[in-house]
């Protein structure tokens, strides 16, 4: 029997529209996979949890993923495109000036959002997730609290930018209104769709990348075919999935649990026959997390075997899924004066062997076993992998903060204010040092997202996984334990004068020491050292997830 249709009318940015719509479609896919409005972005379809999508219906701010069109008819809905010139100019323009928008895949919907005059910020902010900037960048931004420097270089931006994420990346106006150029923005709509085949569907598929793809003639209609069924959290427990082995006394012991890198643009690529495909690291290195991305090796050979451009997406589900995760590691330290000796397991494909000394001054004398762990694969590639790990091992062992130094020799100190009464973080305080920062404002825009990431990493983030199975089992964004805007205490960033050239990578010395300073703020807070990541037990972990 034929899918059930039905002409839906409304006014689409002042002008009006008419499709012919799917029973339930969603105003998402109207938009982007009928009207071409790209600046209204999929990372989490239909999970409504990322705000991504965010538009205005009536004026009111609702998440087109979740909103059937059939709901929107003889109504007005505003995307990006649509706001008035002089308000998204002024907000793209303040988004730049603070550092508000590195990737700039979230931030058209929080644009939109801001474009609504909300009374609380930090309640409206709570409907959407930025991976890249900890909110604090993104709260100034809609603040105007900081004019657009018309002398600024917006040059030297973007190559900080690139030092940083690893992939070229732009700093200027377009981004923070979606315009970087993402993969699946640049598909063309009339290509084959490709997506993977979820676990236990029986549909048809086909070999590509050492994956199995269902195809469809749209996205609707191969995610139809897949069988897509939307991701739930679960409530099974998310403990570490590696014992730490015993320890000689004085030891300091950890951890650390599977954890989602949660970059906030889906996988996706398309290639023409015979062509090169799209890279899915558009305007942003997704943490390390995309180095391996099957997708554009799926596209190219999928585009060859149709004959046909092949447009190969992923669903946040299918993200979670297949996409590699920062390794669980299990190990003790101990300090024997200036030598910390470190001995530990880790998920096998991590590369322990490459992971390097951070600490100036402090020989690391260190033994990984890689091990088979069941679950999703991991990467060496992820931020500050192996870089991290040594680092909080050492803080722990030697009782102090500790200046981290990264590979390339950009360099950062931390120190955690934990509130003496409450356990709570009050403040973080960052120095950094990156040789010539080419821009502060980016620079300091990286070291604040690192330093969120790092008290997510020790206090609130991890994902469950099914231990004999090794199925993800939590496919939701809410799920992952990410420090919501409203909780991310105030991140002091100063950087420091280094009259080297410019150095790279200085957000992975932040995401390390602010680690490694959070470990020790809290351990003094509790009077014990907490021996898992995360430390959801401690007061400081439940005033992040209040």
């Not at 993402?182 to 709509?189: E, H, I, K, M, N």
């Not at 959290?233 to 014992?243: H, I, K, N, S």
């Not at 069941?374 to 870089?387: F, I, K």
């Not at 020799?409 to 356990?423: E, L, P």
Request: hydrophobic share 45%; aromatic share 4%.
């Amino acid at each position: 029997m034929a899918a059930q249709r039905h002409r839906v009318g409304f006014t689409c940015n002042g002008e009006p529209v008419e499709v012919d719509a799917g029973a339930g479609e969603s105003l998402l896919n109207v938009l982007r996979e009928r009207l071409g409005l790209t600046s209204v972005k999929d990372g989490c379809a239909p999970q409504g949890q990322c705000g991504c999508c965010t538009v205005l219906v009536d004026g009111d701010p609702r998440v087109a993923c979740v909103t059937p069109v059939a709901r929107v008819a003889g109504r007005s809905v505003t995307t990006l495109e649509g706001l008035d010139p002089a308000v998204r100019d002024r907000l793209a323009a303040a988004f730049v000036a603070t550092g508000g928008s590195q990737c700039g895949f979230c931030t058209p919907g929080i644009l939109v959002r801001a474009a609504a005059r909300p009374r609380d910020v930090d309640r409206a902010l709570a409907a959407h997730l930025c991976r890249c900037t900890g909110w604090i960048t993104v709260k100034e931004a809609i603040a105007g609290a900081a004019p657009p420097d018309p002398a600024r270089d917006l040059a030297a931006a973007s190559e900080r930018a690139r030092l940083e994420g690893g992939v070229p990346q732009r700093v200027d106006p377009s981004v923070p209104l979606g315009a970087a150029g993402f993969a699946d923005d640049t598909a063309p709509r009339g290509a084959l769709v490709a997506v993977p085949l979820p676990p236990g569907s029986g549909a048809d598929a086909v070999e590509a990348a050492g994956h199995r793809f269902v195809v469809g003639e749209t996205l609707s209609q191969a995610r139809t075919r897949a069988a897509k069924v939307q991701g739930r959290r679960t409530p099974a427990a998310d403990a570490p999935p590696l014992a730490v082995p015993p320890a000689p006394a004085g030891a300091v012991r950890l951890a650390t649990s599977w954890v989602e890198p949660a970059y906030l643009e889906p996988d996706a690529s398309w290639c023409e026959p015979g062509g090169e495909p799209a890279s899915p690291l558009a305007n942003g290195g997704a943490f390390g997390g995309k180095e391996a991305s099957v997708a554009p090796v799926a596209a190219r050979e999928l585009a060859d075997r149709f004959g046909r451009a092949v447009r190969v997406v992923f669903s946040r589900e299918d993200v979670v899924r297949l996409g590699p995760k920062r390794p669980p590691i299990a190990a003790y330290a101990v300090a024997r004066g200036d030598v910390v000796e470190i001995a530990g397991r880790v998920a096998r494909g991590a590369a322990p062997a490459s992971w390097p000394n951070p600490v100036a001054g402090v020989e690391l004398r260190a033994t990984w076993t890689e091990v088979d762990v069941p679950g999703p694969p991991v990467s060496p590639a992820l931020r500050a992998v192996g870089l991290a790990e040594h680092a909080v091992l050492v803080a722990g062992a030697l009782d102090r903060d500790v200046t981290v130094v990264a590979p390339g020799g950009a360099r950062a100190a931390a120190h955690v204010d934990v509130d003496a009464v409450t356990g709570a973080v009050a403040a973080v305080h960052v120095e950094v040092a990156a040789g010539d920062p080419l821009d502060p404002v980016v620079l300091r825009s990286y070291a604040i997202g690192a330093a969120h990431m790092a008290l997510g990493w020790v206090l609130t983030e991890s994902i469950a996984v099914d231990p004999r199975t090794g199925e993800v089992q939590d496919l939701t964004i809410r799920s992952f334990g990410i420090v919501r805007p409203a909780h991310v205490p105030p991140v002091h960033v100063t950087v420091l004068r280094d009259d080297a050239p410019a150095r790279p990578r200085a957000a992975d010395a932040v995401f390390a020491a602010v680690a490694a300073a959070t470990w020790n703020a809290v351990t003094r807070a509790e009077g014990h050292r907490p021996d898992t990541f995360p430390a959801r037990g401690t007061r400081a972990a439940r005033a992040l997830r209040r």
